[in-house]
């Protein structure tokens, strides 16, 4: 291996390494943020060539392999779930399970998120954070709900208790794709889902879909233990990379001179 392969070995592991520093950092920063859900870097081996005693000096029958770095594999996202801690307002939800509630932008577009963060905007409609609307199935119209409190079951729907009496009014709807590689993080905790990719409803009755628990919020999946471990990892890796890179490049300077 020549001194300019080993600069590209080292320039991959730093630029490997620092995009790993750069998730983990945003998995700590958002340690305290409802329905965050963990983002994870993986490595993998870059081209490895095989070395015979024909081309290097080396013992008989000897296997030496000569690599090209490391490359960082596609963001995932882990979708484990988050711990659950209780709310005061009966708007506040989270699901206990695999699925996502659906919220929809200004051109109806629909999202997907574990943030069950939700109130009434001036309209009296249900939105998230971002005053996106929250999917649901309306038997009465929003404008037409009685005055009272809100009851959301397991299963998403939602009553208005007053006086005693409880009116149906209509279903929060749940989302569960099929395969989780094809959720598209699109930050504000949101996510979208590749065309073509399989959605199942809570209309399905799927199983592994989960329960929607009212007052209750979701909090972020993140160990921060475990988090802060593999930041110390990856720096002292970093470093070592960076002294490599330093020292071809001492190397590098010495060759130079010896042809002057």
């Given at each position: 291996?020549?001194?300019?392969?080993?600069?590209?070995?080292?320039?991959?592991?730093?630029?490997?390494?620092?995009?790993?520093?750069?998730?983990?950092?945003?998995?700590?920063?958002?340690?305290?943020?409802?329905?965050?859900k963990?983002?994870?870097?993986?490595?993998?081996?870059?081209?490895?060539?095989?070395?015979?005693?024909?081309?290097?000096?080396?013992?008989?029958?000897?296997?030496?392999?000569?690599?090209?770095?490391?490359e960082?594999?596609?963001?995932?996202?882990?979708?484990?779930?988050?711990?659950?801690?209780?709310?005061?307002?009966?708007?506040?939800?989270?699901?206990?399970?695999?699925?996502?509630?659906?919220?929809?932008?200004?051109?109806?577009?629909?999202?997907?998120?574990?943030?069950?963060?939700?109130?009434?905007?001036?309209?009296?409609?249900?939105?998230?954070?971002?005053?996106?609307?929250?999917?649901?199935?309306l038997?009465?119209?929003?404008?037409?709900?009685?005055?009272?409190?809100p009851?959301?079951?397991?299963?998403?729907?939602?009553s208005?208790?007053?006086?005693?009496?409880?009116?149906?009014?209509?279903?929060?709807?749940?989302?569960?794709?099929?395969n989780?590689?094809?959720?598209?993080?699109?930050?504000?905790?949101?996510?979208?889902?590749?065309?073509?990719?399989?959605?199942?409803?809570?209309?399905?009755?799927?199983?592994?879909?989960?329960?929607?628990?009212?007052?209750?919020?979701?909090?972020?999946?993140?160990?921060?233990?475990?988090?802060?471990?593999?930041?110390?990892?990856?720096?002292?890796?970093?470093?070592?990379?960076?002294?490599?890179?330093?020292?071809?490049?001492?190397?590098?300077?010495?060759?130079?001179?010896?042809?002057?």
């Amino acid at each position: 291996m020549n001194l300019n392969s080993l600069l590209h070995v080292s320039k991959s592991g730093i630029n490997g390494l620092q995009q790993s520093l750069d998730r983990t950092a945003n998995n700590i920063a958002n340690v305290n943020t409802t329905g965050y859900k963990e983002k994870q870097t993986s490595f993998r081996e870059l081209l490895n060539n095989q070395t015979t005693a024909q081309e290097v000096n080396i013992p008989a029958n000897a296997e030496i392999a000569f690599n090209r770095g490391l490359e960082t594999t596609p963001q995932s996202v882990v979708f484990s779930q988050g711990a659950l801690r209780s709310s005061d307002s009966p708007l506040d939800l989270a699901i206990q399970g695999n699925g996502f509630f659906g919220v929809r932008d200004a051109n109806n577009q629909l999202f997907l998120t574990r943030d069950g963060n939700f109130g009434f905007d001036a309209n009296g409609t249900l939105v998230n954070n971002q005053g996106m609307r929250v999917d649901t199935t309306l038997t009465v119209p929003y404008q037409q709900w009685p005055q009272g409190k809100p009851i959301i079951d397991q299963n998403g729907n939602i009553s208005i208790s007053a006086n005693g009496t409880a009116t149906p009014v209509g279903r929060i709807m749940m989302y569960l794709p099929e395969n989780t590689e094809a959720i598209i993080p699109n930050g504000d905790n949101l996510y979208q889902v590749q065309p073509g990719a399989v959605v199942r409803t809570s209309n399905e009755n799927v199983a592994g879909l989960g329960t929607i628990q009212q007052s209750m919020l979701e909090h972020s999946n993140v160990e921060l233990a475990r988090s802060m471990t593999e930041m110390i990892t990856t720096q002292r890796a970093y470093s070592l990379n960076t002294r490599v890179l330093q020292s071809t490049d001492e190397m590098l300077s010495i060759v130079n001179r010896f042809t002057d």
